[in-house]
């Protein structure tokens, strides 16, 4: 640790990002935080990360909504569950200006991704539009990337993908209607694409639902001849945590920002 670090680090002890109380390590979460975050480990579907508990992991497995919905890209992993400490962490990094969650985050994805990461590899987050960019001051995902990046040593482009037009809310949406709002809204930047072609693409965003807004990102990449494009996600939205919930105002609640 260098000197500056140490120094850092004594002025502002590391604190669980759950509950704020003094943790040992820059891990994150104390103990209590950490048996109440759904971690994703053993058998899960290889497209988009969800846990499929009682399956043996030979072979490649998709659960009951990627066969019914393919993904138009080639593997993804999800580090944890949305639900409990999992959505409060997601809400936030995103909405609660806690830029810090960013680094762990990113430690959990790098664990659940690096059995898909080749050299080669360039990281690319789920863009925003600059508008709302512009409103909300950082892009939670490229701070996802960001770090990503530097924990395994892969280069990354915060801007490969370009949002072309402002989307409405896809809460309480269906499939297909989000599919028909993200229709060419997503685009490979022009001054970026050389930088993708030809080459495999991890995916970044800080949840998946129903993954719709991930598929836009996807089919630009490949549309721009990118190669295999893989999906990482710190959070994973199960069926259960969203069939029915994204209507109810609960489910989007935001006073476990603080
Ligand atoms: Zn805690
Ligand atoms: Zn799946």
Redesign the pocket.
């Known amino acids: 640790m260098g000197l500056l670090q140490t120094a850092v680090t004594s002025i502002y002890p590391p604190r669980?990002?759950?509950?704020?109380?003094l943790?040992d390590s820059d891990f994150g979460?104390?103990?209590?935080?950490?048996a109440e975050t759904e971690f994703i480990g053993g058998a899960a579907c290889d497209m988009c990360g969800v846990p499929l508990p009682g399956l043996t992991e030979n072979g490649p497995i998709a659960c009951d909504s990627c066969l019914k919905t393919p993904r138009p890209w080639a593997l993804g992993r999800a580090a944890l569950i949305y639900g409990g400490m999992g959505r409060k962490l997601v809400l936030r990094l995103k909405h609660g200006d806690r830029q810090e969650i960013a680094r762990p985050a990113a430690g959990w994805m790098h664990h659940s991704v690096k059995t898909i990461l080749t050299k080669n590899t360039i990281i690319a987050p789920v863009p925003l539009h600059w508008m709302r960019l512009a409103k909300r001051r950082y892009n939670q995902s490229a701070l996802i990337a960001k770090n990503l990046a530097e924990l395994s040593g892969l280069e990354w482009c915060p801007d490969a993908l370009q949002r072309m037009k402002r989307t409405p809310s896809l809460e309480g949406k269906t499939q297909q209607q989000r599919a028909e709002i993200l229709k060419g809204a997503v685009n490979v930047n022009a001054k970026r694409r050389h930088r993708i072609i030809g080459r495999p693409v991890l995916l970044v965003d800080d949840v998946m639902t129903t993954g719709a807004t991930l598929a836009a990102c996807a089919t630009a990449c490949r549309a721009a001849g990118a190669g295999d494009v893989c999906v990482s996600v710190l959070a994973r939205a199960t069926k259960d945590t969203y069939t029915q919930s994204p209507q109810s105002p609960e489910f989007w609640r935001v006073d476990v920002w603080t």
């Open positions: 669980c990002l759950g509950c704020g109380d943790v979460l104390c103990g209590s935080c950490w």
